[in-house]
């Protein structure tokens, strides 16, 4: 069964950093995806931030781009997302999405639809 763990959100003030992680299992295939989407209140789920595992590339929103940056332990199949210069508009429920069935060497996407399984969401909460 695929399982995808998120952990490490929180509450931090604006200019504040915070690391999300998400852990993934019960899968063998060696090129996939791991995403973040989040939500915020009243508003549609974004894409964050995507890897691919087959070569490590990165595919980032322009709301986030230069201040968060996503990273793989292929051995650990976890993936990181470190969150920098945090804003008050970053507050949202993070979600981690796994693409499992990509085909090789496809560019990564930030769709909802693009995305098989997902993990709980974890909250990030950014006061001002």
């Known amino acids: 069964e695929v399982q995808l763990q998120a952990s490490g959100g929180g509450l931090v003030q604006a200019g504040g950093s915070l690391r999300l992680s998400c852990a993934a299992s019960?899968?063998?295939?060696?090129?996939?995806?791991i995403a973040w989407f989040r939500q915020a209140p009243g508003k549609e789920r974004e894409g964050v931030s995507s890897?691919?595992?087959?070569?490590?590339?990165?595919i980032y929103a322009h709301s986030v781009e230069g201040r968060f940056t996503i990273s793989i332990d292929k051995a650990k199949k976890t993936v990181t997302l470190q969150m920098n210069s945090l804003e008050p508009e970053d507050t949202a429920v993070y979600y981690c999405?796994?693409?499992?069935?990509?085909?090789?060497?496809?560019?990564?996407?930030?769709?909802?639809?693009?995305?098989?399984?997902w993990g709980q969401g974890t909250q990030v909460t950014v006061s001002s």
């Open positions: 999405a796994a693409d499992l069935s990509r085909p090789r060497g496809a560019a990564l996407i930030l769709i909802r639809q693009g995305y098989d399984y």
């Open positions: 019960g899968f063998t295939v060696d090129d996939y995806a």
């Open positions: 890897i691919a595992s087959i070569d490590g590339s990165t």
